[in-house]
């Protein structure tokens, strides 16, 4: 049999698929509840995002229901549903943390480097995406447009090659996670934030951009937690009555 090469397995699909196997072995039957959140991550050791991106993966791929309010029921999986991990790739707190370092450098090397060009070219995607405010869809790919050009303002055109892998990355987990929890305000904080990275790449300020660079994911982040926070709140709350009694297996795995 020859040797293939052997692929490191994200700490949320290791999750999810414990969980998975404990649904299909009948520990956790079709219509019963899951442990809350808060349980799952004590349990399994981990934190309560990496047990939120599993879930979001066990929901994508038909396991699960999140009842707001309520719990996460294990359903029926549809035929010929997607395993767990299908979804593939980072969770999205792991990307978002990777994204604040590349990025806040880049926009450090980008206030050194930029031309006037690049610096009106910034504040002009600030500018489409105050227009296009309430149109997600053109927001979103306005936001990707600006962290590109912020990278080839940096004059080194395999960091724009970087970045554009990094927001290829934003599909799955991430779509699901930003269904849940992004706002209009944090599209309209997203707004400023980007004025203030243009701001200081066009003052050739490298210290200001790499600090408004990374509050900008920063604040990304604190939202998407708040988010995990307050659901994992809402199951907690729900009846006890509603609780299963078989405990989650302890996995060796940390967040």
Known sequence: MPIT?????RLYRQIADQLAQLIASGE???GSRLPAERELAASLGVSRASVREAIISLEMNGLVEVRVGTGI??????????RPGGDGGPGPFELLAARRMIEGEIAALAAKAASPADAGALRESVVRMEAMLD???VREAEDRDFHLLVARASGNS??????E????????????????????ELA???????????KAIAAHDPEAARAAMHRHLSRVVRVFQRGV?????????????ARPERPVRQAKARA
């Open 158 to 163: 395999s960091l724009e090659l970087v970045v």
């Open 28 to 30: 956790f039957a079709a």
């Open 165 to 184: 892998g990094l927001w290829n990355q934003r599909a799955g987990l991430w779509g699901r996670l930003q269904q849940h929890f992004h706002t209009r």
């Open 229 to 241: 926070d307050a659901e994992a709140g809402h199951a907690a709350a729900a009846p006890a009555s």
């Open 188 to 198: 309209v904080q997203t707004i400023r934030d980007h004025a203030a990275i243009a």
């Open 73 to 82: 029921f294990v359903t029926r999986p549809p035929e010929g549903a997607v």
């Open 135 to 137: 149109d997600f869809q």
């Open 5 to 9: 090469a052997v692929e490191p397995k």
